[in-house]
């Protein structure tokens, strides 16, 4: 079965400076999706990429989708306290249907 | 257009009994899946649902159930409780196809004692 690995698991940085998350597959990423969760809350999807190459930002986060498929990374530039949360990927391992595998997740705390 | 809606949000419950969650899909959402989200085990998949069928199921025993109803909202049940049932319980929606993008609900938060 597909498994994700993220990296870092934790990352403290000082606001206004940029990171980057990188989620890595085990197998070919046919749709790789990013989602957000505040502590014991729901998950807020962020971005989803399916083409190798792809690339899609939303206000200062940017997700690529490396054209091997099998890697994708999120960049957030002059991170801000808003920021700060658990970032997830996951990947959609069934044809058609909805069966989605998720990396173990990173933790971002960012320091005013 | 409303999100997805779980209820309810906060359960606790006594090793042994059952319960039931609830997940309302966004409107015109017809496929529901559900994930268990624990500190040590992550997001793990459970099951899905699309016209009331399930299509898809995870590594999860028995005692987890659940349903679609005709109006594509969706509950499930946990039967004999356990103590390691406790966990976050997360439901998404999402219209039909592959690559489609994936709405989570705020989850239910159970706790079983």
């Known amino acids: 079965s597909q498994e994700l690995e993220q990296s870092p698991q934790s990352l403290i940085v000082q606001e206004g400076k940029n990171l980057t998350i990188n989620c890595t597959s085990s197998?070919?990423?046919?749709?790789l999706y990013w989602y957000k969760q505040k502590y014991g809350e729901g998950l807020i999807f962020l971005m989803m990429?399916?083409?190798?190459?792809e690339e899609k930002s939303h206000e200062k986060i940017t997700a690529k989708l490396d054209e091997k498929k099998q890697q994708s990374s999120l960049h957030i530039t002059a991170s801000q306290p808003s920021h700060a949360g658990i970032y997830l990927c996951?990947?959609?391992?069934?044809?058609?249907?909805?069966?989605?595998?998720f990396g173990q997740g990173t933790r971002l705390t960012i320091n005013p | 257009k409303a999100g997805v809606t779980q209820t309810p949000r906060y359960l606790i419950k006594t090793r042994g009994q059952q319960v039931t969650l609830s997940c309302s899909p966004i409107?015109?959402?017809?496929?529901v899946s559900w994930y268990q989200q624990t500190p040590g085990q992550g997001l793990q998949f459970l099951f899905e649902?699309?016209?009331?069928?399930?299509?898809n199921k995870g590594n999860f025993p028995g005692r987890f159930s659940g349903r679609q109803f005709s109006n594509s909202r969706s509950e499930m049940n946990v039967s004999t409780l356990e103590l390691g049932d406790s966990a976050l319980y997360l439901c998404?929606?999402?219209?039909?196809?592959?690559?489609?993008?994936?709405?989570f609900g705020q989850g239910t938060r159970l706790t079983v004692v």
């Open positions: 409107s015109g959402h017809r496929s």
């Open positions: 996951g990947a959609d391992q069934s044809q058609g249907a909805q069966k989605l595998v």
């Open positions: 998404a929606s999402k219209v039909q196809g592959m690559n489609t993008e994936a709405f």
């Open positions: 649902y699309f016209s009331e069928t399930q299509r």
């Open positions: 990429l399916q083409k190798g190459g």
């Open positions: 197998k070919t990423l046919y749709g």
